[in-house]
């Protein structure tokens, strides 16, 4: 299966967190967590639609003021999502800045802010031309672990302890549209952009008896299909791809119980192991896991790949040792679970 979502960390272990979702032949991006996102070209940052935060600890939340800055003046809008108390801090990090120029700019650059509670979410939108001054009343909706839905995708949120509030994070497709290579050979058609908007009909539940028009690369020929015929030679669905990403939890029954079912069956898990076991009791004041804790979770969660991420400096230049702990745990873990089963 060619997947849709490319994830990728922004940093190295050592530094702040981070993953970076771009989506497969689309000028489209997500990112999970805010921290230093200097190492991020300024084309990748500007394909972000919605930013998640999990909790505003400075390196989760620092970069919210280079991706601001990036997008000042553009034809944008940008939503934020962060855990309870989250309008009270962006509009702090707004009301730091001095905004009397913005007139100046010919696209208003918009924000719609969205915090979580447990059972509630309250959102409130501003703009760059008003001077970040809101636009109006927060916007108390419940909260039903969904963040934001598209035709193609969901993105969910489960609240965890790190003493406060902090977001885990997955996004998860609807299905998955395998396009069969033979097929396409069998119709003559070449791969190309059409292909996203075939996906996107295919989510979107066209009627199968609406015309698809394919255009060959060079634009010379057109060729029509009912769409569902032509689905039915070209396509083949798959359960949707998964990516989960857990960091700066404790190591608590509840939280474990909520992370392994939330993550339960990702293609890939992004989770934090902050510190080695022996150094357990550090990690548990710290309110971070261990790398034995993480594999465990992958393991538990049944999750096909996963990759570790903030890593305490005490361990630089030892790297392999959280990982080799991690890739132990998984193994041992998964082989106790298979055997119960
Ligand atoms: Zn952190
Ligand atoms: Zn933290």
């Known amino acids: ?14 530094n702040d967190p981070g993953l970076y979702i771009s989506f497969l032949f689309q000028k489209h991006a997500l990112i999970f967590d805010l921290g230093d996102i200097n190492g991020l070209p300024v084309k990748d940052l500007l394909k972000i639609s919605h ?38 801090n962006v509009e702090g990090k707004l009301a730091g800045y001095t905004w009397n120029l913005v007139d100046n700019y010919n696209y208003p650059l918009c924000l719609q802010i969205t915090e979580v509670g447990p059972d509630f979410t309250l959102a409130r939108s501003y703009r760059c031309r008003d001077r970040f001054e809101p636009l109006h009343e927060a916007v108390r909706k419940p909260f039903d672990g969904v963040l934001h839905e598209e035709p193609a995708f969901r993105i969910s949120a489960v609240i965890l302890d790190h003493k406060i509030p902090c977001l885990g994070l997955s996004v998860k497709e609807r299905f998955h549209v395998n396009i069969i290579k033979e097929g396409l050979n069998h119709l003559g058609l070449e791969p190309g952009p059409w292909l996203t908007q075939f996906k996107q009909a295919l989510y979107n539940h066209t009627d199968p008896a ?26 083949q669905i798959t359960p949707g791809q998964k990516i989960t990403y857990i960091t700066d939890v404790m190591y ?38 261990t790398a034995r804790q993480a594999g465990e979770i992958a393991a538990r969660a049944t999750v096909r790949q996963f990759s570790l991420f903030h890593f305490s400096p005490r361990y630089s230049e030892q790297e392999s040792l959280l990982y080799r702990e991690a890739s132990e745990a998984y193994k041992s873990e998964l082989y106790t679970k298979q055997r119960k089963e």
Do not use: W, Y
């Open 210 to 235: 609406t015309k698809f028009e394919v255009q060959s690369p060079e634009r010379q020929t057109i060729k029509q299909f009912p769409l569902g015929k032509l689905a039915e030679q070209i396509a």
């Open 51 to 88: 930013a998640f935060v999990t909790h505003t600890h400075m390196d989760h939340f620092i970069g919210f003021d280079h991706l601001l800055r990036v997008m000042l003046g553009r034809e944008k809008n940008l939503s934020f999502f962060g855990p309870q108390g989250f309008l009270k």
């Open 1 to 14: 299966m060619r997947p849709s979502f490319l994830p990728r960390l922004i940093n190295g272990p050592f």
């Open 252 to 289: 608590s029954d509840s939280n474990m119980k909520k992370i392994v079912e939330f993550a339960a069956d990702s293609d890939h898990l992004f989770i934090e192991a902050a510190f080695m076991e022996k150094d357990r009791e550090i990690a548990a004041e710290k309110c971070h896991l």
